[in-house]
């Protein structure tokens, strides 16, 4: 998978390169990061390659603004990567190599370290729970008559909110581990009086 590949999906609507990163914010942010310094030179080399036109246009907030379109030889290529089946690989999870290491360190800073990640898993988890409460709250049909795109983001919605569930659960397991450990270990520096 390809940056490429995402920003043609999204310009299912002509968007602006701003437009393109609040999306990734707001929609994407489980499962794909892009910056402003990502989104921009990608859509230059896209337009370059046929896969894009752009217009400038009147922004209500400032300067001017580019908006950009999939062409034909766009949607060709977005459909050539849909049809060729889906893409798994492995991830590359630093936070997942962190732990792989964490003996490295005393107890107290593993514990820090998985209420840290903790912590951070469940704010994620958060925000696609308000990004889920929000669409229900403009649909109270929602999800069961969603259709087109709408169908397939909240799809990945639901995945983000169950895999942040599951390594939060993880993380608490962690931690108890680690504390039972560290509290076994303290039993056995100090031994019982006869």
């Known amino acids: 998978m390809s940056l490429q590949h995402i920003l043609l999906g999204l310009l299912a609507q002509p968007a602006s390169g701003y437009d393109l ?40 907030k400032g300067p001017r603004k580019r908006i950009y379109r999939r ?5 060709r290529c977005l459909q050539q990567w849909l049809q060729s089946g889906p893409e798994v690989h492995s991830d590359r999870l630093s936070w997942l190599a962190q732990v792989a290491f964490l003996d490295t360190v005393p107890v107290a800073e593993q514990l820090d370290f998985f209420r840290l990640l ?35 983001a909240h799809m990945t919605l639901r995945l983000g909110v169950t895999k942040y569930t599951t390594i939060i659960d993880w993380c608490s397991e962690c931690l108890q581990r680690l504390e ?15």
Do not use: V
Request: glycine share 6%; aromatic share 8%.
């Open 21 to 60: 990163k609040q999306a990734f914010q707001q929609r994407l942010s489980h499962y794909w990061a892009a910056e402003l310094a990502q989104i921009y030179p990608a859509l230059k080399r896209m337009q370059r390659d046929g896969l894009l036109t752009s217009r400038q246009q009147a922004s209500d």
């Open 71 to 75: 062409t034909a030889a766009g949607q």
């Open 118 to 152: 903790q912590a951070e898993f469940e704010r994620h988890r958060a925000q696609l729970q308000t990004i889920a409460a929000d669409w229900s709250a403009q649909d109270p049909d929602c999800p069961e008559h969603l259709g087109g795109n709408d169908l397939f």
């Open 180 to 194: 039972h450990a560290d509290a076994k270990q303290a039993g056995s520096d100090h031994p019982t009086a006869s």
